[in-house]
């Protein structure tokens, strides 16, 4: 940008350029580009300078749109236990980020219960289990191969007994094309709905940061099957920048709430689109 | 079959004769995209469609197939070759045992493709050995043990010490009075950009010297696949790469990338979660998933 005078082809391959790096995929690469070109031609700002801030608006702006609050919703008193499901592909980072959202709930005060609802994978029950005394918070787990449906059945009528704030159930990892792994989750959400209305107030899609256009694959089968409320875009502290994201609230207006920026239990952050946009093209 | 909208595009680009300029120009434009569809970075799809056009300009047509599914032909064979271009055997040690080392960032399937990998060389006949060196992550030696035992090999692992180098030292010994000819050492997930946790590798590498490190990489990584395996190579110089999630609809694009990128062939692919569920790496598959 530096010492072009004028905005012309070149540079907006290089724009181009740019914008790809950051996963947001051809289709909104092509998208955000047209947005600048009119905009260019509107104010007939043929200044390179220009350039960067009109990216960063027309990508802030993506996020602007009917926008969600940040961050992990505060429980309301009346509808307890506020019953939040975690849900995403393989490895994604859903029981690390239980973990750490269980130490940010219970030091906000609340009494926090976790459901390892992952009985399928070696020793997800165990990992989850560390997480929740590092967080100094209960468990309810049944043992590996139990029906995970089950498993949240009974968390949830633990919760209501032990007057808990939040519980958070985790799930397996599952590609979003597998039926009968999405049929199980489905099913989970059911018996949750049945036990009590609007539960769970939130189903959070976990999306690791270096995924490319599969994200969208992701988030439209989730969506489709559970109605997401948010996405947790995990690993950013690595140099993935998830723009994938961008797509994801530009097609299906799923926001993201929070995000993961490493192993240990502080962790987590909510999501801020001003300091995403900024580091997109930092 | 190349299906889908790559074949619209051509159809509508009839004609005999030679490959035109245009004829090629306007089909590599669809293959671009195509390939950033898939996840291909975008400088290694620029390289890849100058390559194609290279090899496209100048051919003779042939009457029975378009000029544009002519150019598809050059981009699937061109994309085969690549990929399938060099050797993919593991490096076996005439003197056993033979070590392989699996690195990768966090959650690609490391752990879970240590255990395929034993059960794989168990079905070949040798005897293999799981060693569990990722220290940090919360029931990662429970899990590695549980799958070592569905593989149906011996898992080291040490539940009270701190360094994953004397962990992998003491393996070796314990697999050669076992009288173990593979041993899989697991390692904890880790960025490439964290230079403490990457000289730890360089460490376990020094002291044991592998005969084989393979790269552990998720088949939906983006654009990240090129700074991830080009760090991951200037640490490490890996021999190979293991490919995993592909049982999804990730069309594995970052295959091109790392390649591209580090010249290393990959080696094997995962396609779910049970053991069973690993296969020798097939280019021409591989072209056509990523050509979608
Ligand atoms: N660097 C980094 N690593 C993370 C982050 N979140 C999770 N991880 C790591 O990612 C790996 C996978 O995390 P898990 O919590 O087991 O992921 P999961 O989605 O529960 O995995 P499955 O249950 O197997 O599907 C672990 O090594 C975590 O420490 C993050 O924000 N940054
Ligand atoms: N569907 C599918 N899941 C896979 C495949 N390979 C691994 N997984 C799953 O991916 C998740 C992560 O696998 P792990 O083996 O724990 O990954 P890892 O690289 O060891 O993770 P860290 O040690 O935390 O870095 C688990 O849920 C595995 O079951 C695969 O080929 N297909
Ligand atoms: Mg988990
Ligand atoms: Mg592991």
Redesign the pocket.
Known sequence: IIGRSKIDDDLMDEVEDILLQTDVGVNMVSKIIDNIRDRIDKESANAPERIVPFLKDEIRSVFMTERAPAGPLPPSSSTRPHVILMVGV??TGKTTTIGKLAYRYKNQGNKVLLAAADTF?AAAIEQLEIWADRADVDIVSHQMGADPASVAFDSFKAARAREVDVLIIDT??R?QTKVNLMEEVKKIKRVLTKQQEGIPQETLMVLDATTGQNGISQAKRFHEALNLTGIVLTKLDGTAKGGIVVAIKDQLNIPVTMIGIGENIEDLRDFDPEEFVDALFG | ELTGKLETVFKKLRGYGKLSEKNIQDSLREVRRALLEADVHYKVARQFIARVQEKAIGQDVFKSITPGQQVIRVVYDELTALLGGTARDVHFSPVPPTLIMLV??????????AGKLARYFRQKGRKALLVAA?IY?PA?ID?AEILARSAGVPCFHRREGTDPVDICVEAISFGQQEGCDVILF?T??RLHIDDEMMNELVRIKKKIVPHEILL?ADGMTGQDAVNMAGQFQAHLEFDGILL?????DARGGAALSMLSVTGKPIKFV????KLD?LERFHPDRMASRILG
Not at chain 2, 244 to 248: R, S
């Open positions: 393989n490895g994978r397996a990892g590609l | 990768g960032l966090q959650g690609s399937g490391k752990t879970t493709a990722d992550r990662a899990q697991d904890a997930g552990v995993t999630k592909l049982d999804g995962s396609v779910g979660e569920a």
